[in-house]
């Protein structure tokens, strides 16, 4: 029996990858997407256009699998509250709405480093919202540790690009834990390990994503 895959965060950087995949996968027999603008139109693609706020009132059909791949910064979220709230508030509504309605297993991208007990705040919220996952009770759950992320981003930033430029020169001298990856690895590690399933929680660090 093929799945319904549901994918939030679809229009970023790993997101908009991730989709392109799972409509070219068999596997799959409807790819539904949240997101705040439209993506081009496909056979297979369901789309919803939401803040966020009320998913209840969409009328979103049944799904088996939950990719997240919501994500933002500080300066471009405007404050730590923004910030959470897209890191940690938006996954969170999504997951206990999609258990409620049956989905099997949710997976996400939060980040290296990710610690609910950590002293930087990046990581802390990145580290609150994968321990709250593994408490709603799917009965999957894959989380996904990437380091700097390399690919294709719509939006530029300044840090991100003199750490990427970092990267290209000198990668070689990092080691592959904290290596820059590009974000088109996290998208097929997504979409192939929701095909194992492997019940129970799993994390992946960025050193194990570099080989997809």
Do not use: D, M
């Given at each position: 029996m093929n799945k319904t895959a549901l994918v939030v965060g679809a229009?970023?950087?790993i997101g908009s990858q991730l989709v392109e995949l799972l409509l070219a996968d068999s596997d799959y027999d409807r790819v539904v997407v949240l997101a705040r603008k439209a993506l081009p139109a496909h056979p297979k693609l369901?789309?919803?256009q939401t803040d966020f706020s009320d998913l209840a009132a969409l009328a979103i059909p049944p799904v088996s699998d939950v990719f997240c791949c919501l994500g933002t910064t500080i300066k471009t979220a405007g404050s730590k509250a923004a910030f959470r709230k897209v890191d940690e508030e938006y996954p969170l509504a999504?997951?206990?709405w999609a258990h409620r309605q049956g989905a099997s297993q949710y997976l996400i991208v939060t980040a290296l480093g990710a610690d609910p007990n950590a002293m930087v705040f990046y990581n802390r919220v990145k580290g609150?919202?994968?321990?709250?996952?593994?408490?709603?009770g799917f009965k999957t759950v894959h989380i996904f540790r990437p380091s700097l992320l390399m690919g294709p981003?719509?939006?530029?930033?300044?840090g991100e690009d003199a750490a990427k430029q970092f990267n290209r020169w000198f990668g070689f001298l990092i080691p592959t834990?904290?290596?820059?990856?590009?974000?088109?690895k996290v998208a097929r590690a997504m979409q192939q390990w929701a095909k194992k399933n492997t019940p129970g929680n799993h994390v992946h660090e960025s050193k194990d994503l570099q080989a997809f």
């Open positions: 229009t970023g950087l369901a789309q919803f999504v997951a206990e609150v919202v994968e321990q709250k996952l593994q408490q709603i981003r719509k939006e530029s930033r300044s834990a904290y290596r820059g990856i590009e974000s088109i």
